[in-house]
């Protein structure tokens, strides 16, 4: 089944100037490591453990390894990079690395009140039962660096509960507060476990500018339907718009048309039906095209596939053998213990593997299944 994620609400249109991002070093890719960003608070331990592939505490090439460094969020394979929270000993925070984007060219446009942006972002919190959490904000800052209006702020992000280790999309639209002349985009993590690692990573972040249309856009939510995804969104002042183009993405950064549905009403509804198992997220977004070809973009809504393999082991807790079912396609199973040391490896064609344990001591364990796009976790313990 598909569960919402975020219903975004309350979204004035924006014609769509350019798709560039104004972030720089938007994935943590670029080196040197670090480029475009300040520390402002780091983590007071070196970060000593491996990969060391870090840079000053905040960024790093993770090694897959599901209870500690899971893959980056871009690639999901080796090699790619995440903002990486910093190391400390103690119970601190919070650390903060940031960016400022100078925003004064559009300044005579802001003030009068025809610009507004869009922020996006990923956050994982893979550390079980740790409550180590990272959140977002966004602050509009006038040439004097003070914050005009609300900053947008995420919730704080962790594992504490073991709810959901995968990355978590967060996204914001607003208007620019007259004024604005800075768009500083701040991460922040705070530490309350006390081992050196802060396992919180940020990955993926943008910001896009829009220039607002005569068109509200007073809700759009996505919601599950057992197999189906239903899109409904809710407008008002359809000032000479001729269609709706809806999108999807199975990143949230490259996306294509799906329906076009003409203008007219001031509520809508789409059931996208091809959603069976092709992407671990799906994100949609509306683009609003008025009689004179100009367009403007929606925020974006994000779902959750939990149709994608799930793993199934029995026994567990488990002595001997293991049975794991779920797979519904050739790939590798790979067995870590509590420490993130992988112990266990095997390549699977069949929905359900048994897996001998018996020469692995008792304890807590991470089973993780890769079919080469997707991966899929399970605790086990041995008893």
Known sequence: MLKILHALLCVIGTLSVSAQNLIVNSDAESLP????????????????????????????????????????????????????????????????LKQDINVATDAANIDLGKIQYTFSGYIQTPANGETDQGRFIVDYLDASNV???????????????????????YSNTRKAPTGTRKISIRLQTQLFTNTPEINVYFDDIAIFKGIVLPVTLLSFIGNADGNNVNINWKTTAELNLVN??????????????IATIPAGKNYYTYIDKNTRGNSDNYFYRLKM????????????????????????L???????????????????????????????????RTNTASVNISTLASGLYYVRFNDGKNFSYQKLVIE
């Open 33 to 96: 490591r670090g480029t475009g960003w300040i520390i402002v608070t780091a983590g007071a331990t070196t970060c000593a453990v491996a990969p060391t592939n870090s840079y000053s505490n905040w960024t790093m090439i993770p090694d897959g390894n599901p209870a500690l460094y899971p893959f980056d969020h871009t690639s999901g394979m080796a090699g790619g990079t995440t903002f990486f929270s910093g190391c400390s000993v103690a119970n601190q925070g919070p650390f903060e």
């Open 244 to 257: 709706y183009q809806l999108e999807r993405s199975n990143n949230g950064t490259s996306f294509t048309t």
């Open 289 to 312: 095209v008025d009689i004179d070809g100009k367009f403007s973009y929606s925020n974006i809504v994000s779902v959750k596939n939990s149709l994608q393999q799930t793993l199934k």
């Open 147 to 169: 914050i005009l209006g609300t900053s947008y702020t995420s919730s704080w992000q962790s594992n504490a509960l073991a709810l959901d280790p995968s990355w978590i999309f």
């Open 314 to 348: 029995s026994p567990n807790p488990a002595k001997n053998i293991v049975s794991i079912q779920g797979l519904t396609q050739p790939g590798v199973l790979t067995i870590f213990n509590s420490s993130g040391k992988q112990v266990l490896s095997i390549r699977t």
